[in-house]
Antibody, heavy 117, light 110 residues
Framework: EVQLVESGGGLVQPGGSLRLSCAASGFTFSRLWMHWVRQAPGEGLVWVSRIISDYNTARYADSVKGRFTISRDNAKNTLYLQMESLRAEDTAVYYC??????????WGQGTLVTVSS | QSALTQPRSVSGSPGQSVTISCTGTSSDVGTYNYVSWYQQNSGKAPKLMIYDVTQRPSGVPDRFSGSKSGNTASLTISGLQAEDEADYYCCLNTDSYFYVFGTGTTVTVL
């Protein structure tokens, strides 16, 4: 069974840091490009970042560039998102997602990040 | 990259058809055939309903269909059912240049 399971969310103060993880199973993780997508409370889906299968090339939304770092460990079938200098507007459910083509047919259940003092 | 534009809400009675539009520009939706559509029920992860503009994944009912004309992609739900009530998002994902979702549309079954 294909599974993506996020973890690491929680309450953090403005300016703080957090690292999210996404454990993959049921498919060949190392082959696929992986993405993070977030959804603020009551708002729509927003693409955050993606990393290609060979680690090196990442892209970021302008809103997180310079503060977030995406990475992956293909040996552990795990995707990460290191988030620094967190702001209130980063409060959201963070999903990891991937697909065999230019779409997302595999999603995790999401992990909630709340940035508040 | 600005979000693709969708109507905030659409509604229809059971058995009717509804169409959700997703409008971009000639540089994104007008150029690439990588539009996908997602259904999201409250508190749940999104579910892929259509990919590559018109393709339907296995398991998705054939009452869901996709199309594109110019800078606008569309999702049509024919024979609307109560279980179709949800939020729907379009997405353009080119794996190189664009990763952008639509603003989202709430479908209400009257």
């Amino acid at each position: 069974e294909v599974q993506l399971v996020e973890s690491g969310g929680g309450l953090v103060q403005p300016g703080g840091s957090l690292r999210l993880s996404c454990a993959a199973s049921g498919f060949t993780f190392s082959r696929l490009w992986m993405h993070w997508v977030r959804q603020a409370p009551g708002e729509g889906l927003v693409w955050v970042s993606r990393i290609i299968s060979d680690y090196n090339t990442a892209r970021y939304a302008d809103s997180v560039k310079g503060r977030f770092t995406i990475s992956r460990d293909n040996a552990k079938n795990t995707l990460y998102l290191q988030m620094e200098s967190l702001r209130a507007e980063d409060t959201a459910v963070y999903y990891c997602a991937t697909g065999e083509g230019n779409y997302y047919d595999r999603w995790g259940q999401g992990t909630l990040v709340t940035v508040s003092s | 990259q600005s979000a693709l534009t969708q109507p905030r809400s659409v509604s229809g009675s059971p058995g009717q058809s509804v169409t959700i539009s997703c409008t971009g520009t000639s540089s994104d939706v007008g150029t690439y055939n990588y539009v996908s559509w997602y259904q999201q029920n409250s508190g749940k992860a999104p579910k892929l309903m259509i990919y590559d503009v018109t393709q339907r994944p296995s398991g998705v009912p054939d009452r869901f269909s996709g199309s594109k004309s110019g800078n606008t992609a569309s999702l049509t739900i024919s024979g609307l059912q109560a279980e179709d009530e949800a939020d729907y998002y379009c997405c353009l994902n080119t794996d190189s240049y664009f990763y952008v979702f639509g603003t989202g549309t709430t479908v209400t079954v009257l």
